[in-house]
């Protein structure tokens, strides 16, 4: 199969004393075919182009994580197969710290086929080894030791929540990337001290259309700080009983794959330098913007110079940045 090589963004240390973010959950093989447009049901699309990617949401977080400038390690359950091998090495080459990933014999690496079209947008369809969500990590206490914010994924809930729980008794904070559908009284929902939804997934696990709502549902089950994203629209988060907005970048989308769990790795690490919620997730919002605008997938992931000048630039033609601005856009549902 043919594959993407990593770009020289990566490949390159993080600096002593540089903040190390644990990122839990999936790793996947994607094979991406870029067309038109989408094929109709029992239809057929011929591809304009096509490539194989290493991703998943914690190790697509993970690579965010070094590019940024961040110690990143991955945890999490895989396949003994080439494409868990292929995964491996392409976070080798970032690099990302893979010791606390674990190889299931005879088991299947996540494998996922991705449809881009024209508009950037995109079609996932994922198969997951059941053998491989059964997997409990052997020390979660360890894993968890040297880390400074730990992030995980819920697609592998057997697999994080020790990990999470772990974390929380070490007094860490703990950044959920809520993808997968669930139950609003999802423990994992409680145990994390900040839940991210995507929209798809809030929308499933509340039953409601309207996000604001979805995520006051949300918040009885729970103390954590509650957001979610919704792609070209704004971020929205609860403040109290209040619904917040920050804003996100105006871009030209050529490749979506990876960019929610780009905008995850870096509010975890913005988070972890100290940056309150609302400029840790417009900081965010900036990473998955600009991967946003390469096609790719994890290969066009941005590094901390690649963010601050897109930043920059977009701050000069009068975008609204500055946090305090942001609190002050408040959206009035009740």
């Known amino acids: 199969m043919s594959g993407v090589e990593n770009s020289d963004r990566g490949g390159r240390p993080a600096e002593a004393g540089a903040l190390r973010i644990l990122c839990a959950g999936i790793s996947v093989v994607d094979e991406v075919f870029h067309v038109e447009n989408f094929p109709p049901p029992d239809g057929k699309a011929a591809a304009k182009g096509f490539f194989v990617v290493n991703g998943g949401c914690a190790a697509n977080a993970a690579i965010t994580v070094a590019r940024l400038g961040g110690r990143a390690a991955l945890a999490g359950p895989m396949g003994s197969d080439a494409n868990g ?5 392409a976070l080798a080459r970032e690099p990302v710290d893979c010791t606390g990933c674990q190889r299931v014999p005879g088991a ?28 409990v990590p052997p020390d979660p206490e360890g894993l968890v030791a040297a880390a400074d914010v730990v992030l995980a994924d819920n697609w592998y809930p057997v697999f994080v929540q020790p990990i999470c729980e772990a974390a929380r008794r070490r007094g860490l904070r703990v950044v959920l990337d809520a993808d997968k559908p669930s139950l609003v009284d999802d423990p994992l929902f409680r145990i994390c001290t900040h839940v991210v939804f995507s929209s798809e997934c809030l929308r499933a696990t509340t039953g409601c259309a309207d996000l604001a709502e979805g995520l006051r549902r949300v918040a009885p089950h729970t103390h954590s700080f509650l957001a979610v994203s919704h792609g070209p629209n704004d971020i929205l988060f609860l403040e109290g009983s209040s619904v917040r907005r920050v804003p996100v970048f105006a871009i030209d989308a050529v490749d979506t794959v990876g960019a929610g769990d780009a905008l995850h790795g870096a509010f975890a690490l913005a988070l972890a330098e100290g940056r309150g919620e609302a400029e840790g997730l417009r900081f965010a919002a900036a990473v998955a913007g600009l991967k946003c605008t390469r096609m790719g997938g994890s290969v066009g992931l941005p590094t901390r110079a690649e963010v601050e000048a897109f930043i920059a630039e977009y701050d000069g033609q009068g975008a609204p940045l500055a946090p305090e601005a942001l609190m002050q856009s408040r959206l009035d549902l009740e």
């Open 85 to 89: 091998d292929f995964v491996l090495a």
């Open 108 to 135: 299947a690496t996540a494998l996922s086929v991705v449809f881009i079209n024209a508009r950037g947008e995109r079609t996932i369809v994922t198969y997951r080894d059941e053998s491989v969500a059964a997997v």
